[in-house]
């Protein structure tokens, strides 16, 4: 990786602005989700803390495909940022967190690193007849959707390569 890291590197103070106000130019010009890499932990505290939709990759509990699912509709349909947060195994994300969204449907994470679930075709197979109307899809749409973002967290301060090319790496100082 070189002397230099790659993506943006910042106090934990700024990732409000970067995540929350969008100021980082580098993310808005990538195409690509923000991967936070915090070592202290601290950025789970606080995004805990913020309106998200915050799911933990180890615990199963909240692995499951229709917690996975609602999660997206509603950080979809209110505007806010899906967390995933891998703590310190970043293998989880490959192991565990891929698969178990590929359950909501076959090429679900895919659809979420191209950004393609930002497509009307795309985020209604999310979608079941029988979701209550604030989780519908008709719901999504506009600064809503604008504002919906997806954040992969980690706590490991190397996390692998493939995660770095899919991904903008955030690192806290």
């Known amino acids: 990786m070189g002397d230099k890291k790659p ?12 995540i929350f106000k969008n100021t980082s130019e580098e993310i808005s010009k990538s195409g690509r989700w923000p991967l936070i890499i915090d070592p202290q932990g601290m950025s789970s505290t606080f995004l805990r803390h913020r309106d998200t939709n915050y799911l933990v990759g180890l615990h199963p509990s909240e692995m499951q495909p229709e917690r996975i699912r609602i999660g ?4 979809m349909r209110y505007g806010k940022p899906f967390v995933l ?15 178990r969204f590929d359950e909501v449907y076959p090429g679900l994470m895919k659809d979420i690193i191209t950004k393609n679930i930002l497509k009307p075709e795309i985020y209604e197979k999310l979608g079941r007849s029988d979701d209550p109307q604030e989780y519908s899809t008709m719901q999504i749409g506009g600064q809503q959707l604008d504002n919906f973002s997806f954040i992969v967290l980690t706590n490991n301060q190397s996390p692998p390569q493939e995660l770095l090319d899919q991904f903008v790496p955030i690192w806290i100082e």
């Open 7 to 18: 993506g943006i590197t910042c106090t934990l103070r700024q990732l409000n602005d970067i």
């Open 72 to 75: 997206l509709l509603g950080a």
């Open 85 to 99: 947060d891998l703590m310190e195994d970043n293998f989880v994300f490959n192991n565990v967190c891929s698969p």
